[in-house]
């Protein structure tokens, strides 16, 4: 069962720069489900997020026209999951039936919640001006889950190619950093 | 002594979301380096960087007029210099000289390099349509230069408040992702 995560901790999943998952629902159609790396934290609350979904992504025409989202930051298990979501299309592949992903329903979009996934970030596109130059979509996070069976479990990081390090040591600094 | 990395290699360094210092060369000043976090990449080659430097960083009026920074990134073995770097000003503070970091000379910019880094990436500003909006400046990366002595060095990713996490194992998942 996800629970609900403050929106003021959002950038919490974000800033480190996991891996994520960008499910999508065009109408009429199953779900789908991209890999995506390149996002960024724009504002802390409420929480603005950059990413970048090109117009080749399968997912680009469901997100520009529905102008909704989820953003789901799986655990370093999922390495093999990620990967293969990657390395296919939702033009010809049921994603969420091929790699046993599940499916749970959002509360303010129709894109699905992840249930594997460590956080699920409910969002609705706010800004398009730099689709067209970047394809660089300004997302705002409206609602957040947090999977409490996967509390602090390890994120993947991609290096290209395949190649991700994975979370290992966790330390604190002191710090006034927000 | 850094060795120039190619510049298709760039996004390696920065798709994996770490924790990064950027260095600004205000004219008639000493350079200076904030701690940010707040990046992505937005093109492989040239390879474009969009990153968040807010109004009330100091490093900000140095960007904005000189148009130029290098983003470096920072072994997980200098936590408490990033740290620390993010937790004082360079309106009063001479960060280089206080965090013992040693400034190089670049090729492109006035920006100096940071001699710890596992990599320095010379940068110009090339787009801030979206600085008063977002604070979001998009950089080019012009030249770019890795420390052979910390090939793999594991980076730090920032999840608030002063915790890191430190990469861990690094895993190779067949793909054919780019």
Redesign the interface.
Known sequence: MMKELPLA?V???I????VTLLTTQAQGAKPNVM?M???????FEPP?I???VAQGNYSFAALHKTRECVIAVPPASL??V??GI??CTGGDTDKFACFDLTPLPASHVAAPLIGEAIVNLECVVK?TK?VR????F?LECVKAWENPKLKDA??L??????????????????????
Chains 1, 2 share one sequence.
């Open positions: 901790k950038y919490q999943f800033e480190p720069g996991p890999t790396s390149w996002h960024m934290m724009l504002e603005l950059g990413c970048v390495s093999k990620v990967s990657g390395n800004d730099m130059t970047y394809n660089l300004i390890p994120m990081h991609h290096h290209g190619y395949g190649n991700f390090s994975v979370d290992g040591e966790r330390i604190h600094v002191k710090s006034k950093m927000r």
